[in-house]
């Protein structure tokens, strides 16, 4: 059964530390997006990834927040320092877009103490 | 302007009836998607459905379909015979400009389902 695998599941941090989390999309997928999700918020798009290309990063605080995609099967999404106002669910997402639907891994519940 | 409203924060349905959880959305785009994600209590998202802005029919995937009203910009997911396992949160999202590069989807803030027996 394909499926996108995040690691890890739950992370806590101390704020200032750096965190890392991993995403592997289902083989096959070209476009891989990462969101996050509180509850003040609600679910928001982070950035995309289009054949492994950066295609929008608006969503993101520049200043500590990066994500790559080192190769096909494997994007990540870098916090430094991290704040616990960045406590959330991480999720990514892979699909082949434009016309259809985007498959969600089961998130990284971060928490910054 | 939020681009995804959806107006019910909690919803309390009795077992094996329908349910209709509401959405509207804004755009002024032409090409566009809509998607409903089911939420259970274990945290992931799953797809339940998606319709296009130029699909003329309603779409259907076994007990959910989507009535879709463009001149009202309402994309209502339909759950028919509801089940214990219906209770989850449920968000409806879209998808602008598809096919000329923009690929993420907005969501909305979600309807919490609870199915009683």
């Known amino acids: 059964d394909a499926r996108v695998t995040q690691t890890p599941r739950d992370k806590v941090t101390e704020m200032g530390q750096e965190v890392t989390m991993r995403c592997q999309p289902i083989l096959g997928h070209n476009t891989v997006f990462w969101y996050r999700q509180t509850m003040m918020q609600g679910l928001e798009l982070l950035a995309y990834?289009?054949?492994?290309?950066?295609?929008?990063d608006s969503g993101m605080p520049k200043d500590r927040f990066s994500a790559e995609m080192p190769d096909a099967t494997l994007a990540t999404l870098k916090i430094q320092p991290s704040e616990p106002r960045d406590s959330a669910v991480y999720f990514c997402?892979?699909?082949?877009?434009?016309?259809?639907?985007?498959?969600f891994g089961q998130g990284t519940r971060l928490t910054v103490v | 302007a939020q681009k995804i409203t959806q107006t019910q924060p909690g919803m309390f349905v009795q077992e094996k009836e329908a349910v209709t959880l509401d959405c509207t959305y804004d755009t002024s785009d032409q090409s566009y998607g809509l998607f409903w994600y089911k939420q259970p209590s274990s945290g992931e998202m799953i797809f339940l459905i998606y319709q296009g802005s130029y699909d003329e029919q309603n779409a259907t995937e076994g007990r959910y379909s989507l009535n879709f009203q463009k001149a009202r910009k309402s994309a209502n997911l339909v759950i028919s015979a509801s089940q214990l396992g219906d209770s989850a949160m449920y968000f409806c999202a879209m998808r602008e400009n598809q096919g000329g590069g923009a690929d993420g989807l907005t969501f909305g803030k979600g309807t919490h389902l609870i199915i009683q027996p």
């Open positions: 990834f289009r054949n492994r290309a950066p295609l929008d």
């Open positions: 997402a892979s699909g082949l877009v434009p016309n259809t639907e985007a498959f």
